[in-house]
């Protein structure tokens, strides 16, 4: 069984730092894809960042220069390093990954618990 486990979440001053972490464990054949997304209270889940395993990567307008992903394959984990924030990133971020488990040649799509950030003084 697959899971993505999330952690680094908080609440944080405005201009403060955070780092979201997420490891997938269990019967992984390959990571293909991982990243993070956000959903506010009232609002639909939005991309923040994602990677491929490939290195390609793509940022939301309203992070780029503030937020940077990036990918350990070896651990098949991701982190998202968050500079300068704003009381409008405060939302819930999720872990996804798209994988392919060991058990099918299909890839499939999975999702962390969620871990709330909140920009606030």
């Known amino acids: 069984q697959v899971q993505l486990v999330e952690s680094g979440g908080g609440l944080v001053q405005p201009g403060g730092s955070l780092r979201l972490s997420c490891a997938a464990s269990?019967?992984?054949?390959?990571?293909?894809?991982m990243g993070w997304y956000r959903q506010a209270p009232g609002n639909q889940r939005e991309l923040v960042a994602r990677v491929t395993n490939g290195g390609r990567i793509n940022y939301a307008d309203s992070v780029k220069g503030r937020f940077t992903i990036s990918r350990d394959n070896a651990k098949n984990t991701v982190y998202l390093q968050m500079n300068d924030l704003k009381p409008e990133d405060t939302a819930v971020y999720y872990c996804n990954a798209g994988l392919l488990p060991s058990s099918s040649m299909l890839e499939h799509d999975y999702w962390g618990q969620g871990t709330q950030v909140t920009v606030s003084s």
């Open positions: 269990g019967s992984i054949f390959r990571v293909n894809r």
